[in-house]
């Protein structure tokens, strides 16, 4: 079952080239998702009550026109391959008639208390998959070369103004730090965009940031106080 959820793209989402931030991109898909489960059930508050979570595993947005602030957005989703321990969700983003953005999104669900991951199937919901897969040219999945050298180019801290209810870094929050590190972002914008999530980064955590360029292509990766890898992005960006 496909949802589509409308927006006017707000003048505090986009980023200092006026267009719609990467973050706010994933943020856009989010919610529409949430609404899917306000207007089909069940309910992400009362999914929480049953000490129930979503957890994001990865993602890839492809961004193929930049739309900028009071633009009409339409987030069309649906999930596909739901079974076992997670499924995908596609997001496709129109405007003017035409696909400005897509998104992929392999999530799971875990028991709060445990952290344990749950079986999509123990959770019964409103709307039912499509078997439609959005294709994406930002790959799933990607590993840098073992012999890749990394730079290290700084830290950072987890605090309240990253956080989410589950009471670490909001997977929408990643983007917006990576691309801190890349100098010059004037005239330019986020093409492609891969993201694993390997470990949380919790509040109040530190951890730092590395990064190479592969064949144009900025990857980053994170490690975390403990020493345990935290996530892994690509990013390639084109010019406006």
Same mark, same amino acid.
């Given at each position: 079952?496909?949802?589509?959820?409308?927006?006017?793209?707000? @003048?505090?989402?986009?980023?200092?080239?006026?267009?719609?931030?990467?973050?706010?991109?994933?943020?856009?898909?989010?919610? %529409?998702?949430?609404?899917?489960?306000?207007?089909?059930?069940?309910?992400?508050?009362?999914?929480?009550?049953?000490?129930?979570?979503?957890?994001?595993?990865?993602?890839?947005?492809?961004?193929?026109?930049?739309?900028?602030?009071?633009?009409?957005?339409?987030?069309?989703?649906?999930?596909?391959?739901?079974?076992?321990?997670? /499924?995908?969700?596609? %997001?496709?983003?129109?405007?003017?008639?035409?696909?400005?953005?897509?998104?992929?999104?392999?999530?799971?669900?875990?028991?709060?208390?445990?952290?344990?991951?749950?079986?999509?199937?123990?959770?019964?919901?409103?709307?039912?998959?499509?078997?439609?897969?959005?294709?994406?040219?930002?790959?799933?999945?990607?590993?840098?070369?073992? @012999?890749?050298? /990394?730079?290290?180019?700084?830290?950072?801290?987890?605090?309240?103004? @990253?956080?989410?209810?589950?009471?670490?870094?909001?997977?929408?929050?990643?983007?917006?730090?990576?691309?801190?590190?890349?100098?010059?972002?004037?005239?330019?914008?986020?093409?492609? /965009?891969?993201?694993?999530?390997?470990?949380?980064?919790?509040?109040?955590?530190?951890?730092?940031? /590395?990064?190479?360029?592969?064949?144009?292509?900025?990857?980053?990766?994170?490690?975390?106080?403990?020493?345990? @890898?935290?996530?892994?992005?690509?990013?390639?960006?084109?010019?406006?």
């Amino acid at each position: 079952m496909k949802f589509s959820y409308d927006y006017t793209v707000y @003048d505090h989402d986009v980023d200092i080239n006026g267009v719609l931030s990467l973050s706010a991109i994933m943020r856009y898909a989010q919610e %529409t998702a949430s609404q899917q489960h306000v207007a089909y059930g069940p309910l992400i508050p009362d999914l929480r009550k049953e000490g129930k979570a979503y957890i994001l595993s990865r993602a890839s947005v492809d961004v193929l026109n930049p739309v900028r602030a009071q633009k009409k957005l339409t987030a069309v989703t649906w999930l596909n391959n739901a079974r076992g321990y997670g /499924f995908t969700r596609f %997001t496709e983003f129109i405007s003017d008639g035409e696909t400005v953005a897509k998104m992929s999104a392999y999530w799971g669900m875990i028991d709060i208390s445990s952290r344990k991951p749950l079986r999509v199937e123990d959770t019964p919901l409103g709307f039912t998959p499509e078997n439609e897969v959005l294709e994406i040219i930002s790959p799933v999945r990607f590993r840098p070369s073992k @012999d890749a050298v /990394f730079t290290e180019l700084g830290s950072f801290k987890v605090t309240y103004r @990253d956080c989410d209810e589950n009471i670490h870094l909001n997977n929408t929050n990643y983007p917006a730090i990576f691309l801190s590190f890349i100098p010059d972002m004037v005239g330019r914008y986020v093409k492609h /965009f891969s993201i694993s999530y390997h470990h949380e980064a919790r509040l109040n955590s530190p951890f730092k940031v /590395f990064m190479i360029n592969v064949d144009g292509a900025y990857v980053f990766k994170t490690i975390l106080d403990c020493g345990l @890898d935290g996530s892994e992005a690509r990013i390639v960006l084109g010019e406006l």
